[in-house]
């Protein structure tokens, strides 16, 4: 390296880390020398700076270490989060349901109580002018006021009806809920009214 | 530059401070989900105990024997048969019979009592 140019850099690495007497106590004496450094100065600050700057970026392995670490934590975060939220709109819609469900066995039998001689056709349960229709997720009485709903079960579930009779017992109206779960495990909900 | 370095220390205290917000997610998640499901069995439960009742109610005279017939039989047709979570019981308690539904644990999840041998619901 040329004498000056090692100077130069010393007084720019000496600018840099603070005031030094050794490089003012040299260069003193010398104003056009210095002037002509001070110019200098900024061109080799700024290689300096930028040497070191370099110093700061990351390798590509390093990189892409962060950006696989970035990933990792963000699918970990979604997932908490998204099973949280998932199984928080679950439990709603599981009580909402069951709270469905208890409404639902209480008008069932009201209704079935009504008439003692339903007898099964096809799907549906037939009394007189009455019919109890299954329909996938709906359950419905037709009668002399007309079509009209049993509850609003969700979409999952598939209702279906049914008559058990037993020789030593009274006959029995059923109602069958199954609900599509996880991986075919299915919920079932059985609601029993006697005839 | 020496203010994007970090400690050893730092770096533990925020790597525990991660694990413990997994930790508390993980657990809540879990702890929701055990909730969901003792929520789901109670009421298959009583939704079990309800039938049992509307089929005794029907019934003329009905023992002993014949109550714990129709609640086995409802049980039997319940998903809770396929419960190992869940055991069953039927017995004579004061001149009563108590059909109940618990937890392995031995909780309780929905319990009846019917006064022997008459229709009467306590």
Redesign the interface.
């Known amino acids: 390296m040329p004498v000056e140019l090692y100077k130069m850099r010393m007084f720019v690495l000496d600018s840099m880390s603070g005031f030094n007497p050794t490089c003012v106590w040299r260069f003193k004496n010398r104003p056009t020398y210095e002037a002509r450094m001070a110019g200098e100065v900024s061109k080799y600050k700024l290689l300096i700076t930028g040497k070191?700057m370099r110093k700061?970026c990351y390798s590509l392995v390093e990189m892409l270490v962060v950006i696989a670490i970035m990933l990792v934590m963000f699918e970990?975060a979604f997932q908490?989060f998204y099973?949280?939220s998932k199984?928080?709109t679950?439990?709603v819609e599981?009580?909402l349901s069951?709270q469905e469900?208890?409404v639902l066995?209480g008008k069932f039998?009201n209704i079935i109580h009504l008439s003692p001689d339903w007898k099964k056709e096809g799907d549906c349960l037939v009394s007189g002018q009455k019919k109890l229709m299954a329909d996938n997720s709906r359950i419905f009485l037709i009668d002399e006021n007309g079509k009209r709903d049993l509850a609003l079960l969700p979409a999952g579930m598939i209702v279906s009806l049914e008559i058990e009779a037993k020789d030593n017992?009274?006959k029995?109206a059923v109602l069958n809920v199954e609900v599509k779960g996880k991986n075919n495990v299915r919920?079932?909900?059985?609601?029993?009214?006697?005839m | 530059?020496k203010k994007?370095k970090f400690t050893l220390m730092e770096l533990i205290f925020a790597m525990g401070l991660l694990a413990m917000v997994?930790a508390l997610?993980?657990s809540?998640?879990y702890n929701?989900?055990i909730?969901?499901r003792n929520?789901?069995r109670e009421?298959?439960a009583?939704?079990v105990l309800?039938?049992s009742l509307?089929?005794i109610?029907?019934?003329k005279n009905a023992d002993f024997a014949r109550i714990k017939d129709?609640f086995e039989d409802?049980f039997k047709?319940?998903?809770l048969e396929c419960d190992d979570e869940v055991r069953k019981s039927c017995e004579i308690r004061n001149g009563r019979a108590v059909l109940e539904i618990q937890r392995k644990n031995g909780k309780k999840m929905a319990r009846i009592e019917i006064k022997c041998p008459l229709n009467c619901i306590k």
């Open positions: 070191s700061n970990v908490f099973d949280g199984l928080c679950q439990a599981k009580s069951n469900m208890f066995s039998r017992s009274a029995l919920d079932r909900i059985r609601i029993v009214s006697c | 530059m994007n997994a997610f993980s809540s998640a929701l989900r909730m969901d929520f789901t009421s298959r009583l939704q309800d039938n509307e089929r109610s029907f019934e129709i409802e047709k319940s998903v």
